[in-house]
């Protein structure tokens, strides 16, 4: 290059619009880090606006692909924070990954997971905790083993999310899913520390419990006197083939709720499959949140897609659902006086392992059975792709 060619510059809008545009590539977006430095901030903010930890044994799972480029084990993600502190800033969304499922399926898993001889995630995410400021998401999955409480089993990560919960920059807590004695334990949590979490995400497998959990069955998972009710704008319950009613809706929108249900705006009710019984469930739901409802979302089919869901529900079709019914329902005055949308999102057809020539335009199929919510202009029925994330959880895609 000759001594006065003057080396091109580019502005740092044109920057910003590269990498917001490859925002879903890590890859592309570490290649662009590399290329220039005046990449590297705008690279990193979203190279590490969501990190997953998990363990080092299930670090190249095929579960993890739809995080792919995000993933990381404890040890290595904390080497990055002690050699780089400034990526801590770039964290939004941390996701925690513990479960045996995540193994080999034919390998037995005797021990709960995080205390595993060959886990290394309980003695480093205290540490990593700790240097994560300004963390605005937190989803912590872990399936049940035994009948014993995390809390218990891993007191010193307890603790520090405990600290973590607690910060104001937490507005959203995805569960997905604890034990069932651990949901009581991290509302009451929240409710003692008066947090200022508004977004909450509960997932329960019931199928893998031999009975209920007894929260449930007594419906006191909310009876704590003497702490403040958590103020929500936005509640997702997330079914696997239970009474969502018996199991979700009475213990959280019922008579002991922790919540303070005058302050839910948005509700999302999930079904990993659905039935005609269910336009029931969903009634009552709106119904104990009554007039501060104003937008309801209904995720539907998500599991059923599956090839390795039970057959007798993979059969199942919605057209029983009984949308006419809800329909009905809901564009009654006094039970939708202020909800102003109701949102349905369904699986694309093609992406299911049990799709008929009957399951096809599954969405215009539902529109046409809503004219009354479709006639106010409330209504939105729509495909949704999502992205599955270890094996078993579906959420929409980003």
Request: charged share 20%.
């Amino acid at each position: 290059m000759c001594a006065n060619q003057t080396i091109p510059v580019l502005y740092q809008e044109l920057l910003e619009h590269i990498v917001s545009f490859n925002h879903r590539d890590i890859h592309t977006l570490r290649a662009c880090s590399l290329v220039a430095h005046s990449f590297l901030s705008s690279s990193q903010s979203y190279i590490f606006h969501e990190v997953a930890l998990v363990r080092s044994d299930v670090k190249n799972s095929k579960t993890f692909d739809p995080l792919n480029g995000r993933v990381y084990t404890c040890p290595r993600f904390l080497s990055l924070l002690e050699t780089s502190p400034h990526i801590s800033s770039f964290v939004k969304v941390l996701r925690l990954y513990d479960d045996q499922y995540t193994r080999n399926s034919t390998e037995t898993v005797e021990q709960l997971p995080w205390t595993n001889d060959d886990s290394d995630m309980e003695p480093y995410l205290p540490r990593i905790f700790c240097r994560l400021g300004q963390v605005q998401q937190i989803t912590i999955s872990c399936f049940p083993v035994e009948r014993i409480s995390w809390h218990v089993a891993y007191p010193a990560v307890a603790t520090a999310l405990s600290k973590m919960l607690s910060m104001q920059s937490v507005s959203k807590v995805e569960m997905d899913p604890l034990q069932y004695l651990d949901v009581a334990e991290v509302l009451s949590l929240l409710r003692r520390e008066n947090s200022h979490i508004r977004h909450l995400s509960i997932d329960f497998p019931l199928f893998y419990l031999d009975e209920p959990p007894t929260y449930a069955v007594n419906s006191h998972v909310g009876e704590i006197s003497g702490l403040p009710l958590i103020e929500l704008e936005s509640l997702r319950l997330i079914s696997w083939a239970c009474d969502m009613s018996r199991y979700l809706i009475r213990p959280f929108l019922g008579k002991h709720s922790p919540l303070d249900l005058s302050t839910i705006r948005h509700l999302s009710l999930q079904f990993h499959w659905i039935h005609s019984g269910d336009v029931l469930q969903i009634q009552k739901a709106v119904n104990k949140i009554g007039v501060s409802l104003e937008h309801l979302t209904i995720f539907v089919d998500t599991w059923n897609r599956r090839h390795d869901a039970p057959l007798d529900y993979r059969e199942r079709d919605e057209d029983n659902m009984g949308w006419e019914k809800l329909d009905e329902y809901l564009s009654d005055a006094k039970t939708s006086q202020s909800l102003q949308s109701v949102e349905i999102l369904v699986h694309p057809c093609q992406e299911s392992h049990s799709c008929s020539p009957g399951r096809l335009n599954r969405a215009a199929r539902i529109r046409t059975q809503m004219p009354r919510l479709r006639q106010r202009g409330i209504l939105q029925v729509k495909e949704q792709h999502s992205r599955e994330i270890r094996g078993g959880f579906y959420e929409p895609n980003p």
